[in-house]
């Protein structure tokens, strides 16, 4: 199985990052099946929270879902779209929410952000390659003010592969992913926009600790570059194996990461260091009220 990521550098303008999504799906060999194509958080629109509640949709209808749907069958491809907007029963608050489309361009599942990021940043300026120059300030973010978590855990089946979901800030907590290989996960998905300064110290040694405690490929992908307003991002998306080598990556520009996953590979992985039989400690979710 093919599992690609694609790194952008999104903006307030819909149209155009759209525009830069299809453009990179034309890169994609999915004559390669099957493939499943990750898009990184905010993949539509990065912007600030009056617009994202302008632009959310109710789940399952929109004209971004119809479009990422409509890709899907037209490349034959698995496409999940990291994360959007997605209209909660609470007025003015909303989900930030993962989707996945199947070959036939249906909606199969969907995973709603558990863990919002509240937390204060350094802000870094880079240059147009994305190399640092200079530390700013220190920048908060509040996702809680605009967004809902969601409270479950979400999986789905690619043949004999199962994928477990998960957005961004969610790999911090090596909970859920526990949670997640409880259930059989063979592919862990994360997509993201971690800050450039987050990501040049922490992006790589998560990813990594992930895919190794949880013996799963990783497929992780990130935006990159100057979003404006002092928003800086590191890219570095890439795939991992369940032994934590990088098999793909794409590193400071936008563009396509790919690679093939062997699932002889990771049964001989668990065979031979069974984890999970060993392991003495269970992960749940706790639910939020």
């Not at 880079?126 to 640092?132: A, G, I, V």
């Not at 920048?139 to 409270?151: A, C, L, N, V």
């Not at 059989?184 to 110290?201: H, M, S």
Request: glycine fraction near 6%.
């Amino acid at each position: 199985m093919q599992l690609v990521a694609i790194q952008m550098t999104s903006g307030a303008d819909m149209t155009a990052n759209l525009a830069y999504v299809a453009a990179q799906l034309v890169q994609v060999d999915t004559s390669v099946e099957p493939t499943l194509i990750l898009l990184p958080e905010n993949f539509a629109l990065f912007s600030h929270s009056d617009d994202y509640l302008a632009h959310a949709e109710v789940l399952g209808k929109g004209l971004v879902q119809q479009q990422l749907a409509a890709w899907a069958k037209q490349y034959q491809c698995w496409l999940v779209a990291g994360s959007f907007p997605i209209l909660s029963h609470i007025e003015d608050r909303i989900y930030t929410t993962s989707l996945v489309f199947d070959p036939n361009g249906e909606l199969v599942q969907h995973y709603n952000k558990i863990h919002l990021f509240d937390a204060h940043v350094p802000t870094v300026l880079t240059s147009p390659d994305n190399q640092e120059q200079a530390l700013l300030n220190v920048q908060t973010y509040r996702e809680s003010d605009s967004f809902i978590p969601g409270d479950s855990i979400a999986t789905f089946d690619v043949g004999d592969i199962k994928f477990g979901m998960a957005i961004c800030y969610d790999l911090r907590f090596p909970e859920l992913f526990r949670a997640l290989s409880m259930v059989k996960v063979d592919v862990l998905l994360l997509p993201a926009a971690f800050t450039y300064a987050t990501g040049k110290a922490h992006w790589l040694p998560l990813l990594q600790a992930r895919a190794i405690e949880n013996q799963c490929y990783v497929l992780a992908a990130n935006q990159v570059g100057d979003h404006g307003k002092d928003r800086h991002t590191w890219g570095h998306s890439m795939v991992l194996d369940p032994w934590g080598s990088i098999l793909a990556q794409q590193t400071s520009g936008s563009g396509i990461c790919c690679a093939q996953l062997d699932k002889q590979k990771l049964v001989q992985i668990r065979t031979d260091m069974p984890i999970l039989q060993h392991a003495r400690f269970t992960a749940s979710l706790k639910n939020k009220e």
